[in-house]
T-cell receptor, first 113, second 118 residues
């Protein structure tokens, strides 16, 4: 298996632009997580899905952030409009069930200028 | 609510020293899982170990060992005879395995930056 695949690996955008991050989880995994990593806040859980249904989005910072999982093999995290403080590395992870370890993608490094 | 605290922000040691990374967790669940991950300078997150709440046996894997103490809600990680290649950020994580609104939620601590000097 190719593992969790995230795209793009790097994204530089101007403040106010819409940004879409993409994730393909490992086939057969029922859980998908979106995390944001910054020096100040560490690894924050933004939202997670179980069987394509959002379970907990309490970590989403504000309404500018939205996430979808239209099917078992694809998820997006969208920021509209983006702001410089959104600059971070965004990780997607998936796991088979609540008891197993999560596998992480390589991350997307987002820079908003 | 669940929470993971890694009080040590940064640790610096000299090669061959032993080092222990602390992890304290909070959860109302009786069934849960604990994890450690390593993030080397290349940036990927690498799974190291999983422990369930019913298994308090310590575990050793080569130079790595883990001490789980339910009484103090701690899951500490020790590296024996540290090496330069151990330099990384280490994360402790907690996952609820019980029912309810937090089932499956995977929460990470802030991470501990470990630097091993030659």
């Amino acid at each position: 298996d190719a593992g969790v695949i995230q795209s793009p690996r790097h994204e530089v955008t101007e403040m106010g632009q819409e940004v879409t991050l993409r994730c393909k989880p490992i086939s057969g995994h029922d859980y998908l997580f979106w995390y944001r990593q910054t020096m100040m806040r560490g690894l924050e859980l933004l939202i997670y899905f179980n069987n394509n249904v959002p379970i907990d989005d309490s970590g989403m910072p504000e309404d500018r952030f939205s996430a979808k999982m239209p099917n078992a093999s694809f998820s997006t995290l969208k920021i509209q409009p983006s702001e410089p403080r959104d600059s971070a590395v965004y990780f997607c992870a998936s796991r088979t069930d609540r008891n197993t370890e999560a596998f992480f993608g390589q991350g997307t490094r987002l820079t908003v200028v | 609510a669940q929470k993971v605290t890694q009080a040590q922000t940064e640790i610096s040691v000299v090669e061959k020293e032993d080092v222990t990374l602390d992890c304290v967790y909070e959860t109302r669940d009786t069934t849960y899982y604990l994890f450690w991950y390593k993030q080397p300078p290349s940036g990927e997150l690498v799974f190291l170990i999983r422990r369930n709440s019913f298994d308090e046996q310590n575990e050793i894997s080569g130079r790595y060992s883990w001490n789980f103490q339910k009484s103090t809600s701690s899951f500490n990680f020790t590296i024996t005879a540290s090496q330069v290649v151990d330099s990384a950020v280490y994360f402790c994580a907690l996952s609820s395995a019980a029912g309810g609104t937090s089932y499956g939620k995977l929460t990470f601590g802030q991470g501990t930056i470990l630097t091993v000097h030659p």
